[in-house]
Antibody
């Protein structure tokens, strides 16, 4: 059974940093692109970042470029996002998702909430 | 960047109704479009990919069609568990459609 379990969310002050993790199981992690997707309170879904199977390619939504870094450790079956210079508008539930079919997200974690507030 | 525009943003319907949600892309995307269902407090669930291919375990009352710039998600006979938010996606997402009980 495919499972994705996020962790690391919490309350952080504006300008602060946070690192989210996603532990994957039930599939060969190193064979798939992975993504982070977020959802601000009461709002829609927003794709945040993608990373290729071997970590050699990374893509970001414009609003997080230069502040967020996606990474992975295939030996640990884990996906990460380092979030720096956090802003109030980064407040959201952050989901880890597997890119299973071309560009589609076929499995999702339960999400981890991030609140940026003083 | 390709923008996706869904309509309507809100839809009120009854159990047994047939409903259609539309997603328009700002430029042609062939058939590279997916649809997701999201219930409150839950992660999204992939319903349809490649515009019209039903994901495994998704009921056959859901169907998708379209290519290029215009796509539709149709639910042939609404069930109580179908009242949720729906999103189209091509890398980025449409703004969503909230389907509510009339």
């Amino acid at each position: 059974e495919v499972q994705l379990v996020e962790s690391g969310g919490g309350l952080v002050q504006p300008g602060g940093s946070l690192r989210l993790s996603c532990a994957a199981s039930g599939f060969t992690f190193s064979n798939y692109w992975m993504s982070w997707v977020r959802q601000a309170p009461g709002k829609g879904l927003e794709w945040v970042a993608n990373i290729k199977e071997d970590g050699s390619e990374k893509y970001y939504v414009d609003s997080v470029k230069g502040r967020f870094t996606i990474s992975r450790d295939n030996a640990k079956n884990s996906l990460y996002v380092q979030m720096n210079s956090l802003r109030a508008e980064d407040t959201a539930v952050y989901y880890c998702a597997r890119v299973g079919l071309t560009i589609y997200f076929d499995y999702w974690g339960q999400g981890t909430p991030v609140t940026v507030s003083s | 960047d390709i923008q996706l525009t869904q309509s309507p943003s809100f839809l009120s319907a009854s159990v047994g109704d047939r409903v259609t949600i539309t997603c328009r892309a700002s430029q042609g995307i062939s058939s590279y479009l997916a649809w997701y269902q999201q219930k409150p407090g839950k992660a999204p669930k992939l319903l349809i990919y490649a515009a019209s291919t039903l994901q495994s375990d998704v009921p056959s009352r859901f169907s998708g069609s379209g290519s290029g710039t215009e796509f539709t998600l149709t639910i042939s006979s609404l069930q109580p568990e179908d009242f949720a938010a729906y999103y189209c996606q091509h890398l980025g997402f449409g703004q969503g459609t909230k389907l509510e009980i009339k």
